[in-house]
């Protein structure tokens, strides 16, 4: 493997002056990710709830579809399907709940 060293220093030579523009925007991207991240997480605006609040149902809207999927397989499909029916109920309820709050 000694032989290959020569030609792979030569190969990243050639190529470290293309990668590097693409080095500099993906480290500035990333910190400005970061900083943006930081700002939301611990921020206590209006932005920031709406956030937290959001993030909390995507979570917990994964962990229901990976609970739903797992009781879709094998023996207990009509009780997953029927949780799937009381859950589209549910939500259902809370939508009504939702406009006539609204309105």
């Not at 499909?77 to 859950?87: F, P």
Request: charged share 15%.
């Amino acid at each position: 493997m000694a032989y290959l060293d020569p030609y792979i220093s030569r190969g990243l030579d050639l190529a470290e002056p293309h990668f590097a523009p693409l080095g500099v925007v993906v480290r500035e991207e990333t910190a400005s990710f970061a900083q943006q991240w930081e700002e939301i997480v611990t921020g206590d605006g209006l932005r920031e709830r709406v956030f937290a609040v959001m993030l909390g149902y995507v979570v917990g809207a994964s962990l229901l579809t990976i609970y739903l999927n797992m009781l879709s397989l094998g023996v207990i499909k009509d009780a997953g399907r029927q949780m799937r029916i009381t859950v589209y109920n549910q939500l259902l309820v809370v939508k009504a709940s939702i406009l006539v709050c609204m309105s």
